[in-house]
């Protein structure tokens, strides 16, 4: 008997538009808003990154859709909060608490790596308030990292600013209190960067965005990676030189370290050989590969804070709360685009147009939509998909790039994109 899954067209498609094995994917667990519902969770995307898992944002009953996920719990090592809504946090506690219990099986002496939170201020208050209150001891080890200062660009709503009092000021259980809270740069143009963190091939930054509280979005850059020795073009040379390179400075004791020198050369930068040969880095290394670079959005009604970092996104992940269309046709709510636009604006949102405007305004070379209204189902009945594809096509429209093409796709939860490299494929 054939046991191959069936795969819905809309898999097959994703199949056919990124690659299956990618040491870079994304893995989207959740793509509604609000209240998690039996067609679609609420916000919690997974970067998953040689092996290791990067979680942005953690709405509620996050954890049983990593447990329906082909994520490994276990691999996450940094979590990631855009703003404290509900349903990007209501599952920080839980899925804490899920790693945790994981770790029982740990000896003892297994060195157990503490799970950094990343988030606006409050984030630490929140989480401590609730594993302190329901004494939830089986929690993962922990640090939160505030991001301090992000502006507050709504108008309508001044009090958000969280309290700084803890409920005690002991260390609640398992949180470790070696944290570093990260403040922006700002520039002359008033533009906040926060740089989050490095790894050795990944760098994060932060930016904020316009929502009714404080929120963020998160870039991801992978480090560019030295450009190719063309070994057949430097070989021969060193073999006519190999004698004399024998009484260089350096190469006493191994005259091969001379080809890491060489690839080692800036483009303008030249070798002289003893036989008067002059290479120059630009003749024999190829340019640098350019990294990665994946754009995670916060909830928003624009990313006007945010381009100065976002732009040139291989992946942009926006979200398109509202669209003006219901069960395939035509929202009657509102006479217009525009006035259903003014009111997703006004609760901090946007819609597909939007969305599709701001992966033009940044040249994006994918754009995901999430964070759709409970009202868009993710299910893969031909009804749904035919709605995601209209919604899809909205957002294509105003990116510039071909309908019914490639380049935009309505997520569902579950969805997986390996994200490669340009120059991997060629
Ligand atoms: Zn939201
Ligand atoms: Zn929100």
Same mark, same amino acid.
Request: proline share 5%; with cysteine.
């Given at each position: 008997?054939?046991?191959?899954?069936?795969?819905?067209?809309?898999?097959?498609?994703?199949?056919?538009?990124?690659?299956?094995?990618?040491?870079?994917?994304?893995?989207?667990?959740?793509?509604?808003?609000?209240?998690?519902?039996?067609?679609?969770?609420?916000?919690?995307?997974?970067?998953?990154?040689?092996?290791?898992?990067?979680?942005?944002?953690?709405?509620?009953?996050?954890? @049983?859709?990593?447990?329906?996920?082909?994520?490994?719990?276990?691999?996450?090592?940094?979590?990631?909060?855009?703003?404290?809504?509900?349903?990007?946090?209501? $599952?920080?506690?839980?899925? @804490?608490?899920?790693?945790?219990?994981?770790?029982?099986?740990?000896?003892?002496?297994?060195?157990?790596?503490?799970?950094?939170?990343?988030?606006?201020?409050?984030?630490?208050?929140?989480?401590?308030?609730?594993?302190?209150?329901?004494?939830?001891?089986?929690?993962?080890?922990?640090?939160?990292?505030?991001?301090?200062?992000?502006?507050?660009?709504?108008?309508?709503? #001044?009090?958000?600013?969280?309290?700084?009092?803890?409920?005690?000021?002991?260390?609640?259980?398992?949180?470790?209190?070696?944290?570093?809270?990260?403040?922006?740069?700002? *520039?002359?143009?008033?533009?906040?960067?926060?740089?989050?963190?490095?790894?050795?091939?990944?760098?994060?930054?932060?930016?904020?965005?316009?929502?009714?509280?404080?929120?963020?979005?998160?870039?991801?850059?992978?480090?560019?990676?030295?450009?190719?020795?063309?070994?057949?073009?430097?070989?021969?040379?060193?073999?006519?030189?190999?004698?004399?390179?024998? *009484?260089?400075?350096?190469?006493?004791?191994?005259?091969?370290? /001379?080809?890491?020198?060489?690839?080692?050369?800036?483009?303008? #930068?030249?070798?002289?050989?003893?036989?008067?040969?002059?290479?120059? $880095?630009?003749?024999?290394?190829?340019? =640098?590969?350019?990294?990665?670079?994946?754009?995670?959005?916060?909830?928003?009604?624009?990313?006007?804070?945010?381009?100065?970092?976002?732009?040139?996104? &291989?992946?942009?992940?926006?979200?398109?709360?509202?669209?003006?269309?219901?069960?395939?046709?035509? &929202?009657?709510?509102?006479?217009?685009?525009?006035?259903?636009?003014?009111?997703?604006?006004?609760?901090?949102?946007?819609?597909?147009?939007?969305?599709?405007?701001?992966?033009?305004?940044?040249?994006?070379?994918?754009? /995901?939509?999430?964070?759709?209204?409970?009202?868009?189902? $993710?299910?893969?009945?031909?009804?749904?998909? =035919?709605?995601?594809?209209?919604?899809?096509?909205?957002?294509?429209?105003?990116?510039?790039?071909?309908?019914?093409?490639?380049?935009?796709?309505?997520?569902?939860?579950?969805?997986? /994109?390996?994200? &490669?490299?340009?120059?991997?494929?060629?």
């Amino acid at each position: 008997m054939d046991s191959t899954p069936q795969l819905s067209s809309r898999e097959k498609r994703i199949n056919s538009l990124f690659p299956r094995y990618s040491d870079m994917d994304l893995t989207f667990l959740g793509t509604g808003s609000g209240v998690p519902s039996l067609r679609r969770g609420v916000s919690a995307i997974c970067l998953r990154f040689q092996g290791d898992v990067w979680l942005f944002d953690c709405g509620e009953s996050t954890q @049983l859709q990593l447990q329906k996920s082909a994520i490994r719990p276990s691999k996450i090592r940094k979590i990631f909060i855009t703003h404290l809504h509900g349903d990007h946090v209501f $599952g920080i506690a839980g899925t @804490l608490c899920q790693l945790g219990s994981s770790m029982t099986d740990l000896n003892y002496h297994d060195e157990v790596q503490p799970i950094d939170i990343y988030g606006p201020e409050g984030t630490r208050y929140l989480i401590n308030s609730i594993i302190q209150l329901t004494q939830s001891k089986i929690v993962a080890p922990f640090r939160v990292h505030e991001l301090i200062g992000i502006p507050n660009f709504s108008k309508e709503r #001044e009090n958000t600013k969280p309290p700084y009092k803890y409920i005690s000021s002991h260390c609640t259980y398992n949180e470790l209190r070696d944290f570093k809270d990260i403040s922006p740069t700002v *520039d002359s143009e008033n533009r906040y960067t926060y740089d989050i963190c490095s790894t050795a091939d990944l760098h994060i930054q932060a930016a904020p965005m316009h929502h009714s509280i404080p929120c963020v979005g998160y870039v991801v850059t992978e480090k560019a990676r030295p450009g190719k020795l063309h070994i057949d073009k430097v070989q021969p040379i060193v073999n006519k030189n190999r004698e004399l390179l024998q *009484d260089v400075k350096g190469l006493r004791r191994n005259v091969d370290k /001379i080809f890491s020198i060489i690839k080692n050369l800036n483009p303008d #930068e030249s070798y002289l050989f003893p036989d008067g040969t002059v290479i120059y $880095g630009r003749d024999v290394v190829s340019p =640098e590969i350019k990294g990665r670079k994946v754009v995670i959005m916060g909830d928003t009604c624009s990313g006007n804070s945010i381009v100065h970092i976002a732009n040139g996104a &291989d992946v942009l992940v926006h979200e398109a709360t509202n669209a003006w269309m219901r069960d395939g046709v035509v &929202d009657d709510r509102y006479p217009s685009y525009n006035a259903l636009k003014k009111d997703t604006v006004q609760h901090g949102h946007s819609t597909p147009q939007m969305a599709g405007e701001f992966a033009k305004r940044i040249g994006a070379k994918h754009l /995901i939509l999430t964070h759709f209204s409970q009202r868009y189902p $993710g299910d893969d009945s031909e009804k749904s998909m =035919e709605i995601m594809k209209i919604i899809e096509n909205m957002a294509a429209e105003s990116a510039g790039f071909r309908p019914n093409g490639d380049n935009v796709i309505a997520a569902w939860d579950f969805m997986n /994109i390996g994200i &490669d490299r340009l120059d991997d494929t060629s």
